[in-house]
């Protein structure tokens, strides 16, 4: 629509000339004024197509443009469908009702807390809070309080997404199932003790199930917070530990005397051998030597009878005969004693 200049023109000229008094400035033309203006604009009108178009483009356009963000991946449904998956940056998409935006934040690392006092899922879908999550039955049939904490990020959006419903409760219920079954297989002093070997062995545990349900879940960590026993048992687990420390404190003293006593003990039984090995040895070595000789002695009897008879004869008396005292020589003619009693001779001469 144009402007009708001419007839503004005409309007002027009859009202008071611009600026409020004459002068040279009120022969020409006045600009329309303000009020006039206002007129034009508010009996402007645009076509009822335009105005449709304009809207569409106000309502769609804003759905149509997306930014994804850095750490985010932007998964795309297509009538409910999954479409594709977008990477950070400016993408454009078909309008509302036609496709659908979802991003997923795949760097970010969340957590899940079991057996804490202040519960901050309780206003989460799907995640009911329970007291009694952190009650664990242990190999030994003693009770515990097992807290923990599971750390985690989202690997595959897709899945994340679409293969499983709730995947938080989920994740909540295999990390429970898990914890239980892996402290199940141990006693209360391990699961106190050897915390962070529960932790791998839950952990991996966890990620297999998770992996088998597609999840699109990977666990980062798991932590083990203080282990202990319930309060109306903590008494009686005090005086099964201090049973348990003396009973660890006897048997060290039993292990330190038996490492005294016993290596003594096989020391004495090495040398006794030792020393009847010897003595064998000396009297095989003496009876081989003694055959020998025998056999040496036999061979000269064979040759010289005689001669040898008297030669072991008189080797004999001379070894004997020393041993001996007073010595008396009798003829075997002489026909009685006599000769030869001492009738008490003096001390005199026995002595000569």
Do not use: C
């Not at 990477?87 to 079991?114: A, C, Q, S, W």
């Not at 009694?132 to 049939?141: H, Q």
């Not at 599971?150 to 899945?159: F, L, M, N, S, T």
């Amino acid at each position: 629509m144009n402007w009708d200049w001419d007839k503004l023109r005409e309007q002027q000229s009859q009202k008071k000339p611009f600026g409020g008094g004459g002068g040279s400035g009120g022969d020409g033309p006045n600009p329309p004024q303000l009020d006039d203006l206002m007129n034009q604009f508010k009996n402007f009108r645009l076509p009822g197509g335009l105005i449709l178009i304009v809207l569409f483009l106000l309502f769609f356009g804003k759905s149509m443009i997306y930014t994804i963000g850095v750490g985010e991946v932007g998964v795309i449904q297509r009538f409910g469908q999954y479409s594709r998956q977008t990477l950070p940056g400016l993408h454009l998409k078909l309008p509302i009702g036609i496709e659908k935006l979802t991003k997923v934040n795949v760097d970010i690392i969340r957590k899940e807390e079991f057996g804490f006092t202040e519960n901050q899922y309780s206003g989460r879908p799907g995640v009911t809070p329970r007291d009694d999550v952190s009650l664990m039955l242990t190999g030994d049939l003693n009770v515990g309080l097992v807290p923990w904490l599971v750390q985690y990020r989202i690997e595959d959006p897709v899945k994340y997404l679409f293969e499983v419903d709730q995947p938080e409760s989920l994740l909540r219920d295999m990390a429970e199932a898990s914890m239980r079954l892996v402290v199940g297989d141990r006693t209360i002093n391990e699961v106190i003790i050897k915390r962070d070997e529960i932790a791998m062995a839950a952990k991996e545990r966890l990620q297999t199930e998770l992996n088998e349900a597609k999840t699109g879940i990977t666990i980062s960590t798991i932590e083990m917070k203080k282990t202990n026993v319930p309060g109306p048992v903590q008494p009686s687990f005090n005086e099964v530990n201090k049973a348990q420390q003396e009973k660890e404190t006897m048997i060290y003293k039993a292990r330190e005397a038996y490492n005294t006593a016993i290596p003594a003990a096989r020391g004495e039984a090495e040398r006794t051998i030792r020393a009847a090995e010897g003595y064998a040895l000396d009297r095989i070595n003496r009876a081989k030597g003694d055959a020998s000789r025998f056999l040496s002695l036999y061979e000269e009897y064979a040759k010289a009878k005689d001669v040898t008879t008297r030669r072991i004869y008189l080797e004999k008396m001379g070894e004997i005969l020393p041993k001996l005292g007073r010595k008396y020589i009798v003829d075997e003619k002489q026909q009685n004693l006599l000769p030869l009693l001492n009738m008490g001779p003096g001390k005199e001469a026995m002595s000569k």
